[in-house]
């Protein structure tokens, strides 16, 4: 372990816990820093892999973060959260009137306020009926006729 790792070890900071439902303290528990690729001008990149977990419920994060390094200044470049997975892919491509809805049910589940959550779900299952052109009856009707359909499986 390089005197790097080890002062980046230990460190504290703040993190969204989606297991917790919070921003939380974290800890670093490992970090590895990729070789530096600095030219004789003190000009390139570096690479830094860190693994810390949540002080409150243990949950793991890992994050990537590449810097640029300018005449020996760093600058972060990207940052990239592998764990836990907080980006829903499949949400993202969904159309916008099933989108909108989602975004303010997880508004609302992030500020605890969990029957507005309750009322967005409803209201985003409601736009997935109606983008599959199921309109007629109440909730339970649209979700028995997009299961005979064969577009919404059995166990919702
Ligand atoms: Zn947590």
Redesign the pocket.
């Given at each position: 372990m390089t005197e790097e790792e080890k002062k980046i070890e230990g460190i504290k900071e703040m993190n969204f816990?989606p297991?917790?439902n919070s921003v939380?303290e974290t800890v670093i528990v490992y970090s590895y820093t990729s070789e530096n690729t600095v030219n004789e001008d003190l000009c390139g990149y570096v690479t830094e892999v860190l693994l810390s977990k949540?002080l409150?419920?243990q949950?793991l994060f890992l994050k990537e973060k590449s810097f640029q390094i300018v005449e020996g200044d760093d600058y972060l470049n990207s940052k990239i959260q592998f764990l836990p997975n907080t980006e829903n892919e499949a949400i993202e491509n969904c159309p916008e009137i099933v989108y909108n809805p989602y975004e303010e049910t997880l508004k609302c589940y992030r500020a605890h306020a969990y029957d507005a959550c309750a009322m967005m779900c409803h209201k985003g299952i409601e736009a997935i009926s109606i983008d599959k052109r199921e309109i007629k009856g109440n909730l339970t009707t649209k979700l028995k006729n997009l299961n005979s359909k064969g577009i919404l499986g059995n166990t919702l």
């Open positions: 816990c297991t917790c939380v949540c409150k419920c949950n």
